[in-house]
């Protein structure tokens, strides 16, 4: 006589494995996939450095832009050139 077992699955870990695999999107460099976009990264474009950072005007990080490393460097030595080339703010301006 042998039992046979069966194994619960919590509903919890079948909403977590869901949840999961619903939103797997796998972050990518937009610089690296559009090469024709790497040509426009460049201190004087500052309509498109203006995306790259946040209402404070501070860098947006690699995690949450999704760059690679190599163009997170540029970009971020980009702004901080039309930063001193007096382009783009140091931070946000208050307005009492």
């Known amino acids: 006589m042998s039992k046979r077992f069966s194994l619960r ?3 919890r ?10 939103y797997s999107t796998s972050k990518h460099c937009r ?16 309509g498109l450095l203006k995306v790259f950072l ?3 005007h501070k ?3 690699s995690r949450v832009s999704g760059n690679c ?3 997170q460097r540029t970009l971020s030595s980009a702004i901080k050139t ?8 140091f931070c946000a301006i208050h307005h009492i």
């Open 31 to 46: 610089f690296c996939s559009k090469p024709e976009q790497e040509r426009l990264l460049d201190f004087k474009n500052t």
């Open 13 to 22: 870990l079948v909403k977590k494995k869901s949840r999961k695999q619903s």
């Open 69 to 71: 490393f190599f163009h």
């Open 9 to 11: 699955i919590s509903s």
């Open 54 to 56: 946040t209402e404070r």
């Open 82 to 89: 039309a930063r001193s080339m007096a382009l783009l703010p």
């Open 59 to 61: 860098i947006l990080p």
